[in-house]
Structure formats: structure tokens, C-alpha cells
């Protein structure tokens, strides 16, 4: 028995960043890596469900593609109890899109054979809300997106559950398995990864792949191979928010003036 | 004139030797149960981990001596029971000495050597001492029993704040009555003691190797002068005496035969734990070695021998619980209900012959016996139980260890765990950028040197709240402006400062704690200066104390020291002297912890201010709550803190104008405890460099001239 967790390590800004040169992005030097949110939550429910089961042997592999800064976040999901981690990379992944590492991520899967798979439903940084969709995709396996609540016990060829969708309502659905789950945040409490625990888990190894263990070819990925490119990236202006000073009397008379500007009065 | 060798005491006269092999035989049945008991006892503590408090034996030996000799630790803060104490303690040490001398003689020196001495003014004298050591122990037994039963003093209640009444560990009846069948068994043996030593003389009132000198035994021999006067002859004492002898000497052997097993066993384990006290408990807290799989104590067996002696020091006396900011605002702590539920824990698994599984040795739970989470949680790591215990029992370093595991299980409170998460990311609690950490002194119309590049003599160790906190970052630009002007030669870390880890490590997160040490110490290595001060005690306390065991040995100073330093050397000129009537709140971290408790008030009174003291100064400051990692976990809505509760005790001083801190978090702890508590607007809440401020006026040429050298 085997659970695949595809995850990612995002960038956060740092306060008073810059923009690149380029405009195309954030200048390296201001941001912050950490594990993405939405991953904490899919790891824990792979750990939640390997633990509820202590008799059946159950291996929790995480999966992310990313450089080699990479492995610092990987390694706090070791710390976390998985069981083991690849990280998958060649200089030409540089500037793909979230379809081609959904692809790659596929390609893993192939290879690994898992009986469930797991991603996060985004990233935090960039939202494509898109990559374990299209593994999924790439893969020809079942899927759900935003799922809020799952029942599933290991071995089982299929799964209970709980999607989250517009205004609050929740769709129950039972999906064949093996499948592809994108999970929401809250759907269970992630551990804390004491420092101590990432630490030790540095004595695990974490397995590198290149493009050639996937099967995959440097055409098939990278900017080139994108469907879409950034133009520019920009901080919009600001808004023209201004502070109501004076009495109740002179507060309320400047906004009723402030109405009235924008109905055209 | 009467020969000296028959003043003596008669020893088994008239006895049946059958009588006498009786008695040897309930002695011999004592001693195998105290050696039986002694001997279960310390496989328990050898059921513990290993620790390396073995060295300087003969120095801790003679230092628990003074200790016990002088009864220092017993009279503080509750000198009638001290006193009481001292009474009990010297007159069982004295009569204990004294049976061990009838022994000597009876039955080893005379039998095997034909060497006696315990006759004529030897005996005499003997038997006075004893007399009066007898007395004593009486008072003081009566004295204990009286504070039992009438005083209703808090701290001897078995109630706990940890669990509900009808819980079966709620009050723990069982304590109560050990005490008395402590004190009881005590008294009696002394009223008893003296009761046949009257009879003796009444017995043996015709012989004058008796009679003539029973004034050597007063106590004994007025209540021989009252047996006689109503009624008692000769030979109705003859009559009583073996009934009365055999009670006394029987209560006697049991009561041996009691000590490994009951609460009298302190005798032994306080002298042990004062022997085996680390000065440094609490202040340094012990490192997990790297090979070690988990951090902390998770079960009963990871205790240390060291740990598991202290937990049989305890004597329930609850100065620890008087003393615990926590219990004082009703959290479900009492340290000595830790201590007392750690020692009822491994009294009943490690006592036993085969070790139970390694489940049952859970010491984290909700079950009889075992620890909660909360209880834990509840610890401002302020050291004021470590400070006060009499012997010397070390509860913070338990509870941090303990409190290692909640954090590797990840039971703790989420905001906490967020802000551990957040000092990792970025090197400072506030989640600010690193960038932002000398922002405060953008303003400064001088330029603070970089420690980085450039030699300094003193480097400045800012910490978080000072570097962060808006309110606190006026107090750090106030201070470096007195630096400047004193012409000190003094850096900063700048962006290379993190967070020293002082309360993360008393939170529990030993690995971030590691983190940060390692990576300030590599800072610090990087640089030139002589030695570091700081305005945070909580960054003091860990450079100064637990730097070292990371290889980072530095000189340290508190800015207290520092500037005291300045002024007394006329480097630092006050140009005005204030009248406030004030009153000074040790913070933990320097004063219980590091003993910084006269270099603020020397300032204070340099300045010209009365300094009023609040009830619980110095050793016994009262914490403001923000200790052990507290200042990032929320106390629950509607409780007191105990901030608040301090400003109580503040707020009783007449007159009182300016409430004085010397540490950022009090500053931000006090101020809003002086709004929640209703003391706006009657004083105020002020850091020392402020007031030390006031005085200053600092002339433009001076700044100007800085700026002019700064440039060159």
C-alpha cells in the first residue's frame, strides 16, 4: 500500500521587496521558501491514514519538483513521517508551466504506483489551482478537486468523499480508486515539525531524479514548452483610500458629499 | 561520693534474657525492613538516567552540611516553622547520636573490647543534653501540629487546582494522614521517652547512683517529682515500667522500620537532593545529546536518577505553590503537585521488582498520576519555586523537559506554534524582516557602528521586543543615545542578530533553540568586541548562561551594570535629579535568575528617587506572566494575570508614582496590565533607561560633534 503526496515548496515576499530587472518576477533575493500551506494538510491525511491503520504496512512517499532548496522542504516532510522523498529536476524544468510539472508529477506516478495521490488544491504563491488536475489528467485516473473531507480505508477500491463547493454546501462523491484528491485546507490539523525532527530527518535520504528517470525529454518541458508566459508583473497602484477626520456631524456630511460625487449628483 | 562508674543509665535490668533475644529480634526485623526499603528505593533511582552531578562530592557534602546545619533554606519566608523545624531536626540528630553511643558501648565496644565510657560525667552530661534535646523536639512537634490543624495555612492543603473534586487525586486524604501518623508516632515517642525515663527514677528512687543526680535529666526528673506527689511508689513504677518500655521501644523500631517506606524518609532524600542541587538549575537547562531519538521526557524512566531523588525531597511544605505565579491567578498548576504527582508515579512502577511496559510508563496524560498537558503549559519558567524550595528541588527543568515532548507531539497552542514557526522563518518573533531589525534606530542623529565590520568595545545585543515592539523601540533609542553620549564604543549585529532563544528553549523547542544559538554564536564569532551588554534579561540570561554549552563564551553585562558603571565614573552626567516616588519589579530573568538585584536600585537612587518596595521583591519578585514562552500563548478570557495581580500589589503603595521595569516584555506586560487593572492615571509604568533619560539633557554640539566623528 502506497500514498503519493505531490508537494511544493513556494515562495513567500518579503516585506518592501522589489521587482525583477526583467518584470517577469519577484527579485530572488526578497523572498521566503516554505513548504505550501495546502501540502501541510494532504501530507497530514497520508500520515492520518497510515497511522489509523498500524497493521497494514503503508508507505507515504512525498514528490516535488523544484532546484535543490527544494530538499529543505522536503526534508520537513520527512521530519513530519514520510516515509520517503523525491525530488525531480534538470536546469531545463526552469520556467515551465504548472501543466508540464503536472505532467512530470504524472510521470512519477507512473512510475511509483501508488494506490492514492495526493496534492494540495494550489500553491499560495502562484494559485494555478491547476497542477494535480492535470496530472490527473496526464494519469487517465479519477479525480476530485477542493476535497474537504475523505473516507477511505487502505487497500479499498474506492473512497468516500466530501467536496467543498460554492456558499458553503458540501458534495458528497464516491470515487474509484486509485485517484487523484486535491485537498482543501482545514480538513484535518497538520503537525508541528519540531526542529529537532527536521534535523533527523536529515539523515534520510532524499532520492534525486532527472529527467531521464521519468522518461521525459528537455523538449517537453521548460518555457518553451509552456501554453502560457508571464509579461509582466507589476504591484497595481494603489487605491484612493483617505481618512474621515472632524466630528460625527462633519464625518457624516463629508460622506454623504462622497455619495453624492459618485452617483454624479 | 558514689563510684562514677555506676552513674550510668540501667540497660535491660530485669530483663528475661528470652525478653531481651525478643527485642534484638524486632531490632534485626527494623533494620532488614529499613535496608529492604533503602534498597528498593535506589533501584528506583537507578531506574532513572544517567546524570553527571557526581563531581566535587566533598564541596556539595560540606555545602549541604551548612545548609542543613544553619536550617538557611527552612526559615526563609516562614521563620516559626523554620524555627520549629530546627527543633525537631537538631533534637532527633542529638537523641539519635546519643542511642547510637549506648550502642557503640553495649554492644560493641564492651562485649568485643571490654571498653566502657558511658558512665560518670560522660553519662551526666549526656543525659542533659538529651534531656533538653528531647524537650526541644516536643516544641517543635507541637508547634508543627498546632500549624497543622489550626493555622488553615493554604499552602498545606492537598486541594489541587489541576483536578475536580471527587477525582480520586483531588485532595489526596491519604497525605493527611501520613502527616499526623508522622507527628503523632514522633511526639509519642519523645512524651513516651521522657515518661520512662521518670518511672526509672521513680523505680530506682532509693539508689542513690540514681536519685542524687537526677537533676542531669531535668525534664525527666520534674515529672518524677510529679509522679511521686500523686501517688506513684517504687513499685508501682517497677510495675509499669516494662509495659511503658516496650511501647516506647517498639513505636521506636517501627518508626525505624518506616523511613524508606513513608515521608520520613526526607531525612535522607532532602540531604541527598541538597547535595546533588545544580546552582545553575533552571537558569541553564540541560542539552538533548544528539544521539538521543527523542527530545525530553516522555515516559517515568526518562527521568534522571538526579530528577527522581528530588521527587522524594519533596515535603509537601507548598512554599513552591505560595511562590508560583500561575497558581496565584488560579491555573491548574501547583509545582509541587508536578513534583508529588511524578513521585506517586514512579513510586508505584518503579517500585516494583520487573519494570512495567513502556505504556504504562506514560507520565503525559489525563489518567490518575499522570501530567497535563495544561498543567505544563501553565509554567512562566520563573524559577520562583526552584528559588524557594528548601531542598532543593528543581521543578522547572522537569516541566521544560516535559514540556520538549508536548512540542515533538506538536500539543501545544496553535498560536504558539505559530509563532515557533515563525521565528524559524524569520529570526525573530514578530515575524518581521530580518532587514527591519535595527529599523528603530533610523531615527538617531548618530550613526550606530556595525559590529560586522568594524572593532567595537561593546557589542549590543538587542532582542526582539526591544528591537521590534514600537513602545519598547523609544526605550532602545533612549539608551542609545545614553550610550553615546558616555562616548562607549559600541555595535550591533545588525540583520545578523536572531532571537537569542531563551524562552524558546523554555518553551520547549530545543531544536529551534539549538538553531538560533548556533546561528547568533556564529554572529558573534564573526566579530570584535570585548564583551556584550543588553536591555533584555531573557537574551542575558541564556548568552550568559546557556551560550556556553554551544561554544559561545562571552562577557555579558545587563545595561543596569553597564550604566550604573557610567554614572559612577562620571562618564554619564545627570543634569537634574528626579523626586518620584517609585517602586522597582525585579524581572525574573535578571534578578532569581542571575542575581542582578542592586545595580537598578543603585540607579534609582542615584536619581534621586524613593524607592518604595513592594511586599515581594528581589528572590521572591512576583513574574509578570510573559515567561517560559507565555507572552505567545493568550491566557483565557476572564482570568486574572498575574501582571494584573502584581498591580495590585503596586497599587497599595501610598503616593506611589512611577511603577519601574528593567526588561521589554515587563514594559509591554505591565502597561497593559495597569489599563486591565484599573491603575491608569494613579502611576505610571516605566523602563529605568527612561527615567535615567529624563535626567540627560543632551546639547546639540554634543550630538553634532558625534555625527562630525562618526563622518571622519
Redesign the interface.
Known amino acids: 500500500m502506497k500514498i503519493l503526496v505531490a508537494v511544493k515548496q513556494v515562495a513567500a515576499l518579503?516585506?518592501?521587496f522589489e521587482i525583477r530587472a526583467d518584470e517577469k518576477d519577484v527579485d530572488e533575493d526578497f523572498l521566503?521558501y516554505?513548504l505550501n500551506e495546502w501540502d501541510d494538510f494532504s501530507l497530514e491525511e497520508a500520515m492520518r491514514i497510515k497511522e489509523e491503520s498500524p497493521d497494514t504496512e503503508i508507505e507515504v512517499v512525498v514528490v516535488s519538483v523544484g532546484p535543490d532548496r527544494v530538499d529543505e522542504s522536503l526534508r520537513k516532510c520527512l521530519a513530519k513521517g514520510a516515509d520517503r522523498a523525491i525530488r525531480v529536476w534538470d536546469d531545463a524544468v526552469e520556467g515551465s508551466d504548472a501543466v508540464a510539472i503536472g505532467k512530470m508529477l504524472a510521470a512519477v506516478v507512473k512510475k511509483e504506483a501508488p494506490d492514492m495521490v495526493f496534492a494540495g488544491v494550489q500553491s499560495s504563491d502562484h494559485s494555478h489551482a491547476s497542477t494535480g488536475i492535470a496530472m490527473a489528467a496526464y494519469l487517465g485516473l479519477p479525480h476530485a478537486a477542493v476535497v474537504a473531507d475523505l473516507k477511505y480505508s487502505p487497500g479499498s477500491n474506492k473512497a468516500t468523499i466530501r467536496r467543498e463547493l460554492e456558499g458553503g454546501i458540501l458534495q458528497e462523491v464516491e470515487i474509484a480508486c486509485p485517484a487523484v484528491l486535491t485537498i482543501q485546507l482545514g480538513i484535518n490539523k497538520p503537525?508541528?515539525a519540531?526542529?529537532?525532527?527536521?534535523?533527523?530527518a536529515a539523515a534520510k535520504p532524499i532520492e534525486a531524479w532527472g529527467l531521464g528517470d521519468i522518461g521525459m525529454s528537455a523538449s517537453e518541458v521548460g518555457e518553451a514548452s509552456a501554453m502560457s508566459r508571464v509579461r509582466r508583473m507589476y504591484v497595481p497602484e494603489k487605491g484612493r483610500a483617505q481618512m474621515i477626520e472632524g466630528t460625527i456631524a462633519q464625518q457624516a456630511a463629508r460622506i454623504i458629499e462622497i455619495i453624492k460625487e459618485f452617483k454624479g449628483a | 561520693m558514689t563510684n562514677p562508674i555506676e552513674i550510668t543509665r540501667i540497660l535491660f535490668e530485669d530483663f528475661q534474657p528470652q525478653t531481651i533475644h525478643l527485642f534484638y529480634a524486632f531490632g534485626y526485623a527494623a533494620i532488614a525492613a529499613f535496608i529492604y526499603g533503602t534498597y528498593t528505593q535506589i533501584r528506583k533511582y537507578r531506574r532513572g538516567k544517567a546524570d553527571g552531578s557526581w563531581g566535587e562530592l566533598l564541596c556539595r557534602f560540606w555545602d549541604m552540611v551548612k545548609t542543613m546545619g544553619t536550617h538557611r533554606t527552612l526559615v526563609r519566608r516562614d521563620k516559626k516553622a523554620g524555627r520549629a523545624h530546627a527543633l525537631i531536626f537538631f533534637g532527633f540528630v542529638l537523641l539519635f547520636i546519643g542511642t547510637s553511643t549506648i550502642t557503640l558501648e553495649y554492644d560493641i565496644l564492651a562485649p568485643l573490647f571490654g571498653v566502657k565510657f558511658w558512665y560518670g560525667n560522660f553519662y551526666l552530661w549526656f543525659s542533659l543534653v538529651l534531656d533538653i534535646a528531647g524537650f526541644g523536639l516536643i516544641l517543635g512537634l507541637l508547634y508543627m501540629m498546632y500549624r497543622r490543624k489550626w493555622m488553615k495555612l493554604p499552602k498545606l492543603s492537598y486541594a489541587r487546582l489541576d483536578r475536580q473534586p471527587g477525582d480520586p487525586d483531588f485532595d489526596r486524604p491519604q497525605y493527611r494522614r501520613e502527616d499526623w501518623a508522622f507527628l503523632w508516632s514522633f511526639i509519642l515517642i519523645g512524651i513516651t521517652g521522657f515518661v520512662l525515663e521518670a518511672t526509672r527514677l521513680v523505680w530506682l528512687s532509693g539508689r542513690p547512683s540514681v536519685w542524687d543526680y537526677r537533676m542531669w535529666s531535668p525534664i525527666g526528673a520534674a515529672l518524677a517529682h510529679t509522679m511521686q506527689a500523686v501517688g506513684l511508689t517504687p513499685e508501682g513504677a517497677a510495675a509499669l515500667r516494662p509495659n511503658l518500655w516496650w511501647f516506647h521501644g517498639l513505636l521506636s523500631l517501627t518508626f525505624i522500620a518506616f523511613i524508606p517506606h513513608t515521608k520520613i524518609k526526607h531525612i535522607f532524600t532532602a540531604a541527598a537532593s541538597l547535595m546533588f542541587k545544580d546552582p545553575l538549575a533552571g537558569r541553564r537547562l540541560p542539552r538533548?545529546p544528539d544521539d538521543q531519538?527523542s527530545?525530553g521526557y516522555k515516559t517515568i524512566t526518562d527521568l534522571t536518577w538526579k530528577n527522581l531523588l528530588h521527587l522524594d525531597a519533596c515535603t509537601k511544605c507548598g512554599r513552591c505553590q505560595e511562590a508560583c505565579p500561575a497558581n496565584a491567578v488560579g491555573a491548574p498548576l501547583s509545582p509541587r503537585d508536578v513534583i508529588l504527582s511524578l513521585r506517586e508515579f514512579a513510586n508505584n512502577t518503579l517500585n516494583k521488582k520487573e519494570l512495567p511496559k513502556e505504556a504504562e510508563l506514560d507520565i503525559h496524560g489525563k489518567d490518575v498520576g499522570q501530567v497535563f498537558m495544561e498543567t505544563l503549559w501553565s509554567c512562566r519558567t520563573c524559577l520562583a519555586c526552584v528559588e524557594i524550595c528548601p531542598v532543593a528541588v528543581e521543578h522547572v527543568p522537569i516541566i521544560v523537559q516535559m514540556r520538549r515532548n508536548l512540542?515533538?507531539q506538536?500539543e501545544?497552542e496553535p498560536l504558539l506554534?505559530k509563532t515557533?514557526?515563525t521565528i524559524?522563518?524569520?529570526g525573530n518573533s514578530f515575524g518581521?524582516?530580518k532587514?527591519?531589525r535595527a529599523a528603530w534606530a533610523k531615527d538617531l542623529s548618530f550613526e550606530i557602528k556595525d559590529a560586522r565590520t568594524d572593532p567595537v568595545d561593546i557589542l549590543w545585543f538587542v532582542g526582539d521586543y526591544a528591537s521590534f515592539d514600537p513602545r519598547n523601540q523609544k526605550v532602545t533609542r533612549a539608551f542609545a543615545k545614553l550610550m553615546n553620549a558616555a562616548g562607549v564604543d559600541f555595535g550591533l549585529l545588525f540583520e545578523g542578530e536572531m532571537n537569542a532563544g531563551n524562552d524558546v528553549r523554555r518553551v520547549g523547542?530545543?531544536?529551534?533553540y539549538?538553531?538560533l544559538a548556533t546561528s547568533n554564536i556564529q554572529s558573534l564569532s564573526d566579530c570584535d568586541f570585548n564583551s556584550i551588554v543588553t536591555t533584555d534579561p531573557h537574551s542575558y540570561n541564556t548568552i550568559r548562561n546557556e551560550y556556553p554549552d554551544f561554544g559561545g563564551s562571552y562577557e555579558i553585562q545587563h545595561y543596569s551594570t553597564v550604566v550604573k558603571k557610567l554614572l559612577e565614573e562620571g562618564k554619564l552626567k545627570l543634569k537634574k535629579k528626579l523626586d518620584y516616588r517609585v517602586t522597582f519589579h525585579d524581572p525574573c530573568h535578571l534578578g532569581r535568575f542571575n542575581k542582578g538585584y542592586d545595580a537598578p536600585r543603585d540607579i534609582l537612587k542615584m536619581l534621586g528617587c524613593e524607592l518604595v518596595e513592594m511586599g515581594r521583591n528581589r528572590d521572591n519578585s512576583f513574574c509578570c506572566g510573559a515567561g517560559g514562552g507565555r507572552i505567545w500563548i493568550p491566557d483565557p478570557v476572564g482570568t486574572v494575570k498575574p501582571s494584573q495581580n502584581r498591580m495590585k500589589e503596586a497599587g497599595v503603595i501610598e503616593g506611589l508614582q512611577v511603577f519601574v521595569v528593567s526588561c521589554p516584555k515587563d514594559l509591554t506586560m505591565f502597561e497593559d496590565a495597569l489599563k486591565t487593572s484599573g491603575y491608569e492615571g494613579q502611576f505610571v509604568v516605566r523602563e529605568l533607561i527612561e527615567l535615567i533619560d529624563e535626567c540627560m539633557d543632551y546639547p546639540e554640539e554634543v550630538v553634532e560633534k558625534e555625527v562630525v566623528a562618526e563622518s571622519e
Open positions: 518579503d516585506e518592501d521566503l516554505d503537525r508541528y519540531s526542529l529537532r525532527g527536521i534535523k533527523q | 538533548v531519538k527530545a512540542v515533538e506538536g501545544m506554534e515557533l514557526q524559524h522563518k524569520s518581521e524582516s532587514r527591519k523547542e530545543e531544536g529551534l539549538e538553531f
